[in-house]
């Protein structure tokens, strides 16, 4: 595990210290009003970090997606052994609006 760097303190500091201050809240304050606010900071504290957890998981997420189709690309550009050089180029897909695709290997009827 890495040492301590500066975007730790506000990565778990800030959601701790508002967790920190509703407990505080709910225990040293009186009256229905004082538990109320530190109900609410204790659910602060928890969306804060659960904001900053999802916001690491989607540039995480942001970079699998980019080697993901740099693997693609390098993929779709090179040669298999089976084929020949001349063949290395990508054929554009054809799309067809509303009908299945017919199966592998099936071959269509011609009507004479």
Known sequence: ?????????IRYGVPAAIL????????VGT????NAAGIV????AFMVYLVNVLARL???SQRDRELEQEAR????????????????ERQPRR???G????????????EH
């Open 58 to 60: 989607a540039i995480a």
């Open 20 to 27: 920190l201050a509703g407990v505080l809240l709910m225990v």
């Open 99 to 110: 009908r299945a695709e017919r199966p592998l290997g099936a071959r269509q009827r011609s």
């Open 73 to 88: 690309e390098r993929f779709a550009r090179s040669r298999r052994p089976e084929q020949p050089a001349s063949s290395v």
């Open 41 to 44: 900071l204790v659910g602060v």
């Open 95 to 97: 799309r067809l609006a």
């Open 1 to 9: 595990m890495p040492g301590f760097r500066p975007i730790h303190l």
């Open 31 to 34: 009256g229905a009003i004082a």
